[in-house]
């Protein structure tokens, strides 16, 4: 392993799904000349996590967050890109390297409902992993990590099944399962979603310390960016597949630049009965991953649509300012970009074959 | 006044376990009112999906409501027995989008066909007007028309939640519980969803029971409300009458603590300690642990229902819910000097 290089980089990655539906269709497609029908649930992504950072990816449901977390830690393997884990490419590992690294990375999985064995009392779930790695361990390791993310008493819990427990309960135990094995590295899929403000403060709290504290890094999913904001010092903001806007996260609040961003922004709720929001304009139909317009690929959706959004809009600094980077038309001139090197046009167009 | 389609009326809900029971329910009352949007909120574990469950006869094997009422459109549904609540409740009359909606649709079937069998036996639409129906829905909540025909694992959590509202929609119910319903989306979709929701009202009479911890939901989209704590109702009303005077102290610190994205710097207050495991007796206010207005009559017994003068339906389940305006006048007063980064810019 390389020093000093990210804890995890990922290069154009790319995960497409075939989701033609057995040899009668892919007959079909054959005659009438089509492809496979393809969901390009991650494409063209970049994104770089350095130690001791926290990333946090937002985007609307669909738009490939999950695909994404899943390919990070091997479930799925990427049909294009690279990954990197320490400055080495995964697509190189060995046997032993994988274990390795499933240990050190971890992932707290979207839907508790269906990611908790039935059959796992809460201790046994907890105590799982840390068999698995053969790491030594007691009862009351198990209860301080359960009463760390809020279970108190452990005991009241440490017996339960997870029907026997509330959706916010089983959401805890998860995390506390991803955090048992102290990761260096937490992939987190909405791990807070369904918790109260107050309990989600703790939550958000006790990862905060971990990754102040004990250097862990983190890519941090959620939809929800007033929890966002707490958490991570980068916001992404993923759309079908790609990263439109990235920028440090009170800037992105204040001051979001991708017309996708600012309609997500405008589109929380305001705790007060007589506020009245302004609803964003941005029109319905969300990203359909398996026919993506060429283009930028909110043009259909963007109020501020241009004849030039019909091409692949470059990553490029807004205001000059390096920190940030938006995949927007509005942001750039594009006779003094004409000279510079074109990105490779990417995956955006129907130029596949 | 409208009728109340639905009423908890001193419900006491309970589950077996090997050691003590647990004590998930306790003197909940409150009414929804025919042509409500309702929101219910609170802690995680204070029982919300508790109550959704009894409504229609969904408690686990080991829950029971042990004593109390609950009537729906005047009738006593608690003693129902399995084909009771399917004749009388169920499906017609009340749907729900379950907390756990991800793993309600059948993994082996395509949504196409579970429309269908549904269509069959809760309707007399035919098999395609059954599917231009599925079709319609599935575009009202932002799913391709194109993926009728899919199964639940080629959707992304999302989806699957927007798929199981769509269902929930299918046959016009009277009453809809949505337990947590957009937890899983992001802001634009839950916003369109809600916004639909919303709309509902003018196609024919339905109410909504609308569970979430997230109480601008609640403001924004429901007419009154309840919050819950600790198995127990701490207060009723309309949105605005609980948003402007709130009398119950978890509802007041609640508000407090709420994130409101138009002011992004300021300090969150956090509600110490935690609810506690309800599995004794619950002969006294389930918040006075936590409260700073506790004195020693919260733990003398339940609290009692207390009407905030002034307000009408407005109740508030708290021995000192009279004195709140005072001993809780620092936390009632809202800043005006912060800013909003959403109206000014920056
Ligand atoms: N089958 C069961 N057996 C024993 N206890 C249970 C069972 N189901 C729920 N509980 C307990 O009852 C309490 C209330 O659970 P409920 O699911 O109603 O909470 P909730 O308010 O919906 O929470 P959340 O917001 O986290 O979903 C919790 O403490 C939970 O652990
Ligand atoms: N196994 C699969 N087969 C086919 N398509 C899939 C599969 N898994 C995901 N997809 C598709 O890939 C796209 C991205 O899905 P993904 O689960 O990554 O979204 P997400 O951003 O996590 O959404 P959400 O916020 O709703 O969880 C979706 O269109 C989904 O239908
Ligand atoms: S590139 Fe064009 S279509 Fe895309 S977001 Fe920007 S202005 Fe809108
Ligand atoms: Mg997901
Ligand atoms: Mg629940």
Redesign the pocket.
Known sequence: MSDGAPVLELRSLEKHFDTTSGITETIRNRLVGEGPKLVRAVDDLNLTLAENQVQGVIGE?GCG??TLLRTIIGLYDPTGGEMRFHGRPTSEFTKDEWKEFRRHVQIVF?DPFNSLDPKFSVRRTLAEPLEIHGIDYDRTDIEEMLESVGLTPASQYIQQFPNQLSGGEKQRVAIARALITEPDVILA??PASMLDVSTQAEILNLLNELTDEFGVSMVY?SHDLSTVSYICDHINVMYLGRIVEKAPTRALLADPKHPYTQALIRSIPIPDPHYDREQATIGGEPGDPIDMPEGCRFKNRCPERMDVCDETPLDVAPDGDGDREVACHLYYDHEERAGAEPKPAASDGGERP | MAEPILEFDDVDIRYRTDGDDVRAVNGASFAIDEGDYFGLVGESGCGKSTIADSIVGGLDDNGEVVSGEIRFKGEQIQDYSESEFNENVRWKEVSVIPQSSMNSLDPVMKLSEQAVEMAKYHTDLSRPAALDRLRELFDVVGLSESRISDYPHQF???MQQRAIIAFALFLQPSLIIADEPTTALDVIMQDQIMDYINGLKDDWDVSMLLITHDISLVFENCDSMAVMHGGQIAETGTVDDVFDRPRHPYAILLQNAFPDVRFPDRELAVIDGHPPQLRDEVDFCTFADRCPWAEPACREGAPPATPVAGDDDHLAWCVRAGEMSELAANHLERSTESTSILEGGQ
């Open positions: 449901s967050k999950t979207q899929d909405e999913i | 992304s959590g999302g």
